[in-house]
């Protein structure tokens, strides 16, 4: 079965750190681009960041230098380490294969809390 499965989200208090995982099965891993977008109460859809086939990350500008974005070929397992974790980035994340508006692919989504 082609699908993308997320887990490691929970809650978290301001400053503290999760490790996101996606394991991706029935498709060619290597062959795509993987992203990670998320989508907080009451908002659209918001791309974090994208890895290319090679490990090549990008990163949107709120989350630059505290997420990163990893992927484990042999695994087909794409991962989104976050530390530094505030308020506004409470949100459900989910795994999508291919880059931000191009996804064919997305996981049900993990809930991320980050709360005092």
């Known amino acids: 079965e082609v699908q993308l499965v997320e887990s490691g989200g929970g809650l978290v208090q301001p400053g503290g750190s999760l490790k996101l995982s996606c394991q991706a099965s029935g498709f060619i891993f290597t062959a795509y681009y993987m992203t990670w977008v998320r989508q907080a109460p009451g908002k659209e859809l918001e791309w974090v960041s994208t890895i290319s086939r090679t490990g090549s990350p990008s990163y949107e500008d709120s989350v630059e230098g505290r997420f990163t974005i990893s992927r484990d070929n042999t695994k087909g397992t794409l991962y989104l380490q976050m530390d530094g974790l505030k308020h506004e980035d409470t949100a459900v994340y989910y795994c999508?294969?291919?880059?931000?508006?191009?996804?064919?692919?997305r996981g049900q989504g993990t809930q991320v809390t980050v709360s005092s």
């Open positions: 999508a294969r291919g880059v931000y508006g191009a996804i064919s692919l």
